[in-house]
């Protein structure tokens, strides 16, 4: 019996970046969190201590800096593709790199009804996710939203919210990644609201068949969806009936279904 | 040298609710979150161990439930009064309720162009607040605004971001709460985008001067504004200059900047 | 009528530091995150953009580690004590200094029936609190224990949890802080074992009592106690009885009881 | 093209349990939340809304609720495999289930130097967790420690700390759980202790390699450890040197190091 190293990989998470365009009139703003992780042949400063290969965490956060300030950013994931072909092109002893990324959303001030140029407000939880994992052969793309928070209160066999996430995976990596986001998105909603639910397995399969219809560089979909339930409360007890007025938000216990729809 | 009972209150906090009104072609829904304190008689119960004159915690939740049925809520404010009133007038041992109330905020999905009639999401991590104290002489009534978080990147000698909270304290109870908070808030916004800021100091007391002078039924306004910076990454280690373009956003330390400002 | 600012300040806030002190054969930390407030003449800021009174938030920060630097860290209140005493000697137009400041306790590894010197892991999530207020004239100082989580299963009329935070007020300045803090934790969890609850206030208040009658320099003593409750499940309607064995931990809602035990 | 359906599972997240056994003079208390995701021939309820084969999430939580009604609670690895056997005995169209599992700690009050028989407080924020995946074949058992926290001074190239999860796969299902849950964890922290370390990926290898040397059960341990720093801070801005006495403790950007080590 040997003691052997297996999968492993390292890197730098939580890299925080607030990228600015100025332009006359016109400031565009950018907040990214990153995570970055590499796979490669890292074998040695396990096992003895010998950290020659190994590219510092602090040079991994440094590269996102120095391409932010090179690139302005419009969609997040290909900022990542350039990231990764960096790290790639440099770093021989690197195979593959994995970057995640989420995006907080700002939106501009609506003052005196038209937005305004350089103020701006967090536009709620929801963020735009990205996934991303690139060798020298090849680079997958997974675009998402997280904390996406919906409900209905018609059309539904159940009582009760849904929260993120969603994640698809493109066909390749020349896609017009920030249209088609806002597209996926809205056929997401649209299908939730209008789709007369048996269950949410139910309204999860109507939602994914609906984007794989629609757009045809995306291959398949991922729900990983927290169900949370509004409790009917019981007014019995105080001589009342509740014909669907008071419910309980709850947070615990939640239902939470997933299920990847995909094209064969 | 005697030990005695000082101030003491108790309650329930953490009450959650969804209520829903249903009609024809429309629903409309709100979201509360409560905490209920109560002073009154209670010296006995912690002296002695004599429970008689306590309210049990959970009456207090199940007349949030019970009054939460009988009334449709619009204003979170009015339905505060309510139960205050309900307190004070079943429990004679009780000389003060004070009551705070979050509102999550849903708004409507939006299909095809008008917003749906019973689909939902939520609307930001921004809650309205509302802060009562009442006595059988009078009740004071705050409202204020949660999780609000603003940045403007021009007009001012800073770089960094606020995050609520802001409150406020009526002149009475005979107000219109929904439209004054959207004028209140709309108000806070468009002075924060027009401020020419020399520090937060100065733009936060602007704000307040602007909602004072806007509206007659407000007496005073408080801010306790967290200021986090977003840090102008140095990319002179990496040969490059940065004339504004890439930022690091942090979350601690962080300036805190408080004040009341209020009309003589 | 006229507008006019109120009651201001404005500080620092988590400002973290490890103070390591290294000795032959042994190694000591700190940890501390600390936010300041200060009290004075700013109105100038406010009302005109005059900044000339303002102390950087930036210089607060550097002198927190300017002085721990200087001094090894024995009492978190000691310490404050220290950088009360600085802002106030060195700021003419500064009047009031408050310090809240929490310790993040570390133990040191076990190793071989021995505490090792220089490997260390976190003492649970209970923290160490201080609460100052210093003006030229006097200091008042409050310590305190934050995130201390007790239950019990019997001598009690409820099922549930307690979880901070306590608070007591000193006498003077003049106190053995570590030493003490230590003795009213003992204090506090003894009597939470040994007493005979008919209810939280008649437990918090036996508890408020003993340390009170057994420390001479504490003059008063705070609760602000969430109970969160353990509900016994209902197994009836699976066929099952359920003496008392299983139970549901829940968060929301709880109960929140606050009291302040006081000598006269 | 077609699109259809692929991998899917549904289940009950944050169920919440606390179990007590009482006896004569000792009470004991386990307090669990749990996670339980099937598998199964679930197609029909995506694509044609048909419910029969969807065994209700309520029904997972009350079989955990009754399996605790009948069984006193030892390791939590058992209480798992009892839940899992049940499911797939009674449930013909389940194919496997999953169940993740995390125990929230408590130690007894330690009153005038013995261990108080029936009052706790939490034994920190450190959990011990188990994840179990069952088919009528075979059942894979892994342990793990989630919130440890652990920092050296010295034998180190490095200033951080490090914080959990480490898991590990048991080569069977027959195995003392409990004690050895307690050996592996003490294995690992004397291992960090002691390890005179060129890297975290050095450390890490080498806390691996003493568990499986000494742990014949186990048959390989993963490791994704957070690796936070501790930043020495520059005073010499401010004229002072800095020789390892003050730090700034981060939690972002951190580094993220992850492995398995593993028994060919």
Redesign the interface.
């Given at each position: 019996?040997?003691?052997?190293?297996?999968?492993?990989?390292?890197?730098?998470?939580?890299?925080?970046?607030?990228?600015?365009?100025?332009q006359e009139g016109r400031?565009d703003?950018k907040?990214l969190t990153l995570?970055i992780?590499l796979e490669g042949g890292?074998e040695a400063?396990?096992?003895?201590?010998?950290?020659r290969k190994?590219l510092p965490?602090d040079t991994m956060?440094?590269t996102v800096?120095?391409l932010?300030?090179?690139h302005s950013i419009e969609a997040v994931e290909n900022f990542c593709l350039h990231l990764i072909e960096h790290f790639l092109t440099y770093n021989p002893q690197i195979s593959r790199v994995k970057i995640e990324a989420a995006e907080d959303r700002?939106a501009r001030?609506p003052?005196?009804g038209k937005p305004?140029?350089?103020?701006?407000?967090?536009?709620?939880?929801e963020k735009r996710t990205a996934m991303l994992s690139g060798t020298r052969k090849e680079t997958t793309v997974r675009a998402g939203i997280k904390g996406?928070?919906?409900?209905?209160?018609?059309?539904s066999a159940f009582e009760n919210f849904l929260k993120d996430p969603f994640t698809w995976l493109y066909a390749g990596n020349d896609v017009e990644f920030g249209s088609i986001w806002h597209g996926v998105r809205e056929m997401l909603?649209?299908t939730?609201?209008?789709h007369d639910?048996?269950?949410?397995?139910?309204t999860?399969?109507a939602m994914?068949?609906a984007v794989?219809?629609n757009f045809d560089n995306i291959r398949?979909i991922h729900f990983s969806l927290?169900n949370k339930h509004?409790n009917l409360?019981d007014?019995a007890?105080?001589g009342?009936d509740?014909p669907?007025?008071?419910?309980?938000?709850?947070?615990?216990?939640?239902?939470?279904?997933?299920?990847?729809?995909?094209?064969?």
């Open positions: 019996m040997a003691i052997r190293l297996g999968e492993n990989n390292y890197g730098k998470s939580h890299v925080r970046l607030l990228r600015v365009t100025r400031h703003i907040e995570a992780q890292f400063a396990h096992t003895k201590g010998d950290n190994i965490t956060k440094n800096y120095a932010a300030r090179q700002w001030l003052l005196g305004y140029p350089s103020a701006f407000t967090r536009a709620g939880e996406l928070v919906v409900m209905k209160t018609s059309k909603l649209e939730f609201a209008e639910s048996k269950s949410l397995q139910h999860l399969y994914g068949e794989l219809k398949e927290p509004f409360v007014l007890p105080l009342m509740n669907g007025y008071v419910y309980l938000p709850t947070d615990e216990p939640h239902g939470l279904i997933e299920a990847t729809v995909r094209k064969d």
